[in-house]
Structure formats: structure tokens, C-alpha cells
């Protein structure tokens, strides 16, 4: 068998691969700096990048829709999730998030005019056993019944530090 060198396989590779796929390499650790320096990822932003590396708006839009870590609007501080899968379903996870939506005034996927909260849902946390569950940021709250309610809501309004998203 012939002895290739990594210089020759180098040569190769940078003749198949063109500069646009170079630039669509370096799109995803790009739009996760950006959500990282402003906790989503601003339009004004996707069009500079988008001049930057010669990738259209369309597809970048397209390409950070595909995944779901990725937000276009600005976030709260507090990102509160009410799970809503099949366990805590049953246990009453619509009656928390009817609560929830009425004491913050946004619908669940929304965020309050203050940055104070953005509501949402999830699927299921893991911890069907403690269901009903709400996590706010990184802390996890299970069997959320009226008082444990009062107290996540409470927590939130008077600014208590829960773990950042
Ligand atoms: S369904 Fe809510 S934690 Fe699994």
C-alpha cells in the first residue's frame, strides 16, 4: 500500500471541501457565542454573521430553528418550566400552568415584558415520581401542589437566586 502523508490527505480535503462548507463549519459555535454573549440570538447579529461568512440569512435562520436551544427573543431571568407530560398531566400540571400564566400574564413559550420569567413547557424532567413537576432554572420542584405554588411564585417575584439557565 502507497505511504500517504497527512499533507497530501490536507490538500485533498481543502480541495473537496469548499469555502462555503467552511463557513457553514464554523456557523454552529458561532450562533452558540452569540447566544451566549446575549441570552439569544439577535437579528441584528444573524445578518452581520451572515455577511461575515457568506451564509444567507434564510438558511441561517433555518438552520438555528432546527434546534430548539436557540432563541430569537430576549429571555427572562427566570425560566420556569412546568412539565407536562403524561405523569404530571395526570397530576394537575395544567391547573400549575393555568396558575402560572395567570400570575405572570404570558402564555406558555412567552416572556414577561420585565425579563422576570419565561414560561414554558417541557415533556417530561425525569422525575415522573414527584410529578406534578416545575423546574425554575436549574432547580427541580416536584409534587407542586397550592403552597409549593405560592412559594416558587413568591421566590420569583422577591428575586431569589435560582441556579441560571
Ligand atoms: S411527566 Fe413530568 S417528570 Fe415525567
Redesign the pocket.
Known amino acids: 500500500m502507497e505511504d500517504i502523508k497527512i499533507d497530501e490527505i490536507m490538500d485533498v480535503v481543502k480541495d473537496v471541501v469548499s469555502d462555503k462548507e467552511k463557513c457553514k463549519g464554523v456557523l454552529i459555535p458561532t450562533l452558540h457565542r452569540i447566544q451566549t454573549e446575549n441570552g439569544y440570538l439577535p437579528a441584528a447579529e444573524l445578518e452581520g454573521l451572515s455577511g461575515k461568512i457568506s451564509v444567507p440569512l434564510a438558511e441561517i435562520y433555518s438552520v438555528a430553528s432546527f434546534y430548539r436551544q436557540f432563541h430569537f427573543n430576549p429571555r427572562g431571568k427566570n425560566i420556569v418550566r412546568v412539565?407536562?407530560?403524561?405523569?404530571?398531566?395526570v397530576r394537575g400540571?395544567s391547573k400549575v400552568l393555568s396558575a402560572m400564566e395567570e400570575e405572570f400574564g404570558v402564555k406558555s413559550g412567552e416572556t414577561t415584558g420585565d425579563l422576570k420569567v419565561t414560561l414554558e413547557t417541557v415533556?417530561?424532567?425525569?422525575?415522573?415520581g414527584?410529578?406534578?413537576?416545575v423546574t425554575v432554572n436549574e432547580d427541580v420542584v416536584g409534587t407542586v401542589g397550592p403552597k409549593k405554588l405560592k412559594g416558587i411564585i413568591k421566590a420569583i417575584n422577591e428575586g431569589e437566586d435560582h441556579g441560571q439557565n
Open positions: 412539565c407536562t407530560g403524561t405523569a404530571c398531566h400540571a415533556g417530561c424532567v425525569g422525575c415522573c414527584l410529578a406534578p413537576v
